[in-house]
């Protein structure tokens, strides 16, 4: 057995079905231990991941397919033994789990590969297999490792399902079965009818591939949706399709490049539970307003019952007025509830996300319920759920809610249960009871157990703690922005400001708070800003706050070679530092804006003028516009200097006459259209060529230029279309 850990750091070139492969791994190892995990991690959120290497070993004659499994718990456990427990199941040592073990789960997932066809899995030269699996969770990390060898023989193509002959059974009786019964019956049923042998639809496993059922024929199982559509009166669309691009996003379908299906009969269940199931659960008589009574407002606490209410008032709003919010399942799709209407189904999501105020946001919600073709009832929680959770959502604020708020109730003034609240949100000092916040130790606590404090909450503490130097040593080191809000004593005390910059910087960052919001006695210590610039260049940070410093620093020839080394420039230092040459040569070396705060004396030197005008070039040639407008203007006549704007001059011109400008207000640097002999002659050129497509680039570049009110370009621009 290799040693090596999960996740593989370097992986050799893999077939191109690794990427569906390593999804239907995880699929069917996650339905053997999905229920499991639930019923062991109780109220924990968990998840997994499956990764595939491949990996030759000729001094063995092996072909190794090493496949990783990982768990990662969403949160903590209370002592290790809960955690031990959770991994002893996980990696198949609880003997209450023999499914679980490795010589268990590594056949049926070699088996389940095998019996795919995916480019690089049926019919393979794998002879040894490996299952690896990993568990974390908060700061418990468990590595476990197990290995399966096949040996070196070829691997078998799976095919043990049992065909026989098929009762055919008629409409009727079918509607009467289960929905599960009922797909199964009908994949069995459209085998007959296309003369196939017929699975026996007693012995189809819910994670059997239906591809696998249907011999392997591409047509033939992307035609089981046309005709189970059929079977339900509904058009063959596809938006009513499980095979369909526009369903999703879901890991529950993955085609590979040649389009072959590959889908569990458990995923046909249940989809179609969710888009034709609820006939038989909607109410016969139409609903009244009255009956959709709704709480005013939904947070945490009825989230899950009020987002059906919400669902069904919006569908009766839109005259579906028969859908019970106590009778329609989590997997019902939206669009079925909307009696296979797109656009009232479009409707209810939108109005779904209005009411939590997410419609507008810009880049859109964090979430993939609006970018779903069908979304079931289950996402629409879900999304609630989400919105509900973000502390900074406009909703919440807009209701004054927050999970931290909720979770606290009426017990934000018990030790304990603050604690366990603010140690899993990470926040909510806030919320606790005023004598909670003022209480030393309690604080301090829970700032050890890495409770975040924003700017809200340093307003909310007392202002005794913001004087405590054992409270506020803590709240800089974890974010030096607090340094804001503590007392005005503390914010004076140089020997204590040393004690925490130092412990800062072994820690973090200090750009977190800008160098002008610090005490003015401390930017004016030398010692204590030397400190700050070698923190910041050990950090290979940078530093652009020099005309905070004190008057006597901006003299001080030491203080600014460390803010040059900081991407700093000399814009803010006294004569005594912008004449000393030394400096200036740094400075231009650093970058050419420099130029302009040296004294007089040192501009005419020509050792400076030759390094200023070489170091121009070079940026020039890299970045013409970012350079130019800091440039000098007697340097910009300099022959060679003027030679680089006259190029990029002819440039820009000829990618408008050859039409490779897509945006000209974009395309083209800001320096040149704001030049009026260039824009004079790139009108012309759009005239003459008849590049109507830059006009608009044109109008909205003088939008935005100091040219907008030129006459002369002003009266062409008229003329011009």
């Known amino acids: 057995m290799t040693n090596k850990l999960f996740p593989p750091s370097k992986k050799r070139e893999i077939p191109l079905g690794f990427k569906i492969a390593a999804t239907e791994v995880k699929r069917v190892l996650d339905r053997i231990f999905d229920p499991i995990l639930k019923e062991n991690l109780k109220d924990l959120k968990f998840s997994t991941l499956v990764d595939l290497e491949h990996e030759s070993l000729p001094d063995e004659n092996k072909e190794l397919l090493r496949i990783w499994y990982s768990l990662e718990v969403h949160g903590e456990f209370k002592d290790k033994k809960e955690w031990d427990k959770i991994t002893d199941i996980f990696y198949g040592y609880d003997e209450k789990y023999p499914n679980l073990k490795d010589s268990k789960i590594v056949p049926v997932a070699r088996d389940y590969l095998n019996m795919m066809d995916i480019e690089g899995y049926n019919n393979w030269d794998y002879t040894t297999f490996e299952i690896r699996q990993s568990a974390t969770a908060g700061s418990n990390e468990i590595i476990a490792l197990s290995k399966f060898d096949a040996g070196n023989e070829m691997l078998p193509k799976a095919d043990a399902l049992d065909f026989s002959e098929y009762n055919k059974i008629d409409r009727d009786e079918l509607l009467k079965l289960s929905h599960e019964e009922l797909i199964k019956n009908l994949i069995s049923l459209y085998a007959s009818e296309k003369k196939l042998a017929i699975p026996n639809p007693k012995k189809i496993k819910n994670n059997d591939v239906v591809f696998s059922l249907l011999s392997h024929d591409d047509a033939i199982t992307i035609g089981l949706v046309k005709f189970i559509s059929n079977f339900f009166g509904v058009p063959d669309h596809d938006d009513y399709n499980p095979l369909s691009e526009k369903y999703g996003p879901s890991i529950n379908f993955c085609f590979n490049e040649n389009r072959k299906a590959v889908i569990f009969v458990q995923d046909y269940i249940d989809f179609y539970e969710g888009m034709y199931g609820f006939k038989d659960r909607i109410t016969e008589n139409v609903l009244k307003e009255g009956d959709l009574k709704q709480e005013k407002i939904i947070d945490l606490d009825n989230y899950e019952t009020e987002v059906k209410y919400l669902i069904c008032k919006l569908l009766h709003a839109l005259k579906i007025k028969n859908v019970d919010p106590k009778k329609i399942k989590m997997t019902d799709n939206i669009i079925m509830l909307a009696n296979y209407n797109r656009t009232i189904a479009w409707s209810t999501i939108k109005s779904i996300m209005f009411n939590f105020d997410t419609i507008g946001m810009i880049g859109g919600p964090p979430t993939d319920f609006y970018n779903q073709t069908n979304p079931t009832v289950e996402d629409a929680i879900d999304f609630a759920r989400m919105i509900l959770e973000d502390s900074g959502s406009s909703y919440n604020e807009k209701h004054d809610l927050n999970i931290v708020k909720s979770e606290l109730k009426n017990k934000n003034d018990n030790e304990d249960h603050a604690k366990e609240v603010l140690k899993k949100h990470g926040y909510g000092i806030q919320y606790i009871s005023e004598r909670l916040r003022k209480n030393k130790n309690f604080i301090i606590e829970l700032l050890k157990l890495g409770v975040s404090v924003d700017d809200q909450e340093m307003l909310s503490l007392d202002d005794v703690l913001k004087d405590d130097k054992e409270v506020v040593e803590l709240l800089i080191v974890k974010n030096f922005y607090n340094y804001k809000y503590i007392s005005s004593n503390l914010k004076k005390d140089k020997v204590f400001f040393k004690k925490v910059l130092k412990t800062h910087f072994e820690k973090a960052e200090f750009p977190s708070l800008t160098f002008d919001d610090l005490d003015e006695s401390l930017r004016n210590d030398k010692e204590i800003v030397i400190n700050i610039l070698n923190g910041l260049i050990e950090k290979n940070s940078y530093f652009h706050d020099s005309h905070s410093l004190g008057s006597n620093l901006k003299k001080d020839k030491e203080i600014a070679k460390k803010v040059l080394q900081l991407e700093g420039n000399l814009e803010d ?149």
């Open 573 to 721: 230092f006294d004569k005594v530092v912008t004449s000393d040459k030394e400096i200036a040569l740094i400075a231009l070396k650093n970058d050419p804006i420099n130029y302009k705060y040296l004294s007089e004396n040192l501009k005419s030197d020509s050792e400076i003028l030759n390094i200023y005008k070489e170091n121009v070039i070079s940026k020039l040639n890299k970045k013409f516009e970012r350079h130019w407008g800091n440039l000098d203007e007697k340097i910009k006549q300099e022959p060679e200097i003027k030679k680089i704007y006259d190029e990029k001059y002819k440039h820009y011109l000829t990618e408008i006459q050859v039409g490779n400008i897509d945006h000209f207000e974009f395309d083209i640097p800001r320096i040149l259209l704001e030049d009026k002999n260039f824009f004079l002659d790139a009108i012309k050129i759009i005239k003459e060529d008849q590049l109507d497509q830059y006009y608009d680039g044109v109008k909205s570049s003088l939008v935005m230029s100091e040219l907008a009110n030129d006459d002369d370009i002003t009266k062409i621009i008229k003329k011009f279309k």
